[in-house]
């Protein structure tokens, strides 16, 4: 079974742009929730997560963080075990 992942974005953001990347050259399957500021999606994003900034990245509900977050479980090996849940 594949993780449920939900990442909150916003166009023109490069740091959601590398998370984005990320996830599909891990071929992952995602949800891309666009949440420009001052949206609906951006205010269920901050209320999710207690940040205001995008990316924010959800696998299976639990929040990883942000882009730099991202990119650190990665490094350490820690993402693929919770995309493969």
Known sequence: MMATIEIY???GC???T???????AKGV?????DAPGGSAAREASIQRSGRTSVPQIFI???HIGGCD?????????GLDPLLAA
């Open 69 to 77: 977050e991202l990119m650190a479980l990665d490094r350490k090996g």
């Open 18 to 24: 590398r998370a984005v990347a990320l996830l599909t």
């Open 14 to 16: 490069p740091y959601c």
């Open 9 to 11: 974005t916003q166009f």
């Open 60 to 62: 299976d509900g639990r």
């Open 29 to 33: 399957r995602f949800q891309e929730i």
